[in-house]
Structure formats: C-alpha cells, structure tokens
C-alpha cells in the first residue's frame, strides 16, 4: 500500500513522538495521510505535483484524543477540520483520480478523517494515560509518498 502523506513541522512531530513514546506508540515519523491506494503509479506522482505547487499546504490542529471507525486498537490525536485542509485534502484526490489503483475508501473526501496514530494498542490505557492533551498545531512541510 502507497500513502499520500502530509509531513509536519519539526515542532509538531515531536510534540507527537513524545505523546507516543509516553503510551509506547508506534515509532515510524507522525504524519497525516491523506490518500492511500495500492498503487501510485508515475502519471498520478506528477499529477499530484503539479496540483499542490498552486496551493498554500495548511496548518493542521490535532486536538482530540479518540479512535477511527474501523481501527479500535488505535488511539488517534485526530484534526480540527476546516475549509482550507479539506480543499487541500480534496485537491489531493482530484489529481489522483482515475489515475492510482485500489484507492482505500477510508482517505477519500467525504469519509476522511485527519489523524495521527498515537497508540496501536490499548486505547483505553493511551487515552487516560494521556488525558487532557494540548492541542499541537503543526504546520504542513511537505507530501510524501511512502
């Protein structure tokens, strides 16, 4: 599976590799992903590229603790969602569309829902070993592909 990821400002990925090393969370570097397929293949790479050089990549607030529909074992730090991060998010997929195989339908707009994974086991455990958390706001660096 290729992922479509929005890397975070120094700052905020490591506020949020020290609220996962307090639950033992996962160690790979705190991003959003945006898009997922089994494949992204060159056309939709360059596609994508062209789309975010005319775009202002947002500033992100991840605020609250919770789980995603589909993954309970996860604990998430998920988004406060606007306008501007999903017109981004939105754009993302109209460069990628008809363009990757096996898109996940969990990214695509209407379903999507901003977060990065804090814990990926015992969530109940994670969550009051977290509570209250402060908000992060993390700036969008940069789209990867991993």
Avoid: K
């Amino acid at each position: 599976m290729q992922r479509v990821r929005f890397r975070l400002d120094d700052a905020a990925a490591a506020a949020l590799r020290a609220l996962r090393a307090a639950v033992g969370g996962p160690g790979d570097e705190p991003a959003i992903t945006a898009a997922a397929a089994s494949v992204v293949p060159p056309p939709a790479r360059a596609a994508l590229e062209a789309e975010l050089r005319l775009l202002v990549l947002p500033s992100i607030w991840l605020a609250t603790l919770g789980t995603v529909a589909g993954r309970p074992d996860e604990l998430v730090l998920a988004a406060v969602v606007d306008a501007e991060l999903l017109a981004v998010h939105a754009a993302v997929h109209d460069a990628l569309a008809g363009r990757v195989r096996g898109p996940v339908a969990a990214y695509l707009p209407g379903a999507w829902l901003p977060h990065c994974v804090l814990a990926a086991q015992a969530p109940a455990t994670a969550f009051a070993a977290l509570h209250p958390v402060e908000p992060v706001r993390a700036r969008v660096v940069g789209v990867e592909i991993t």
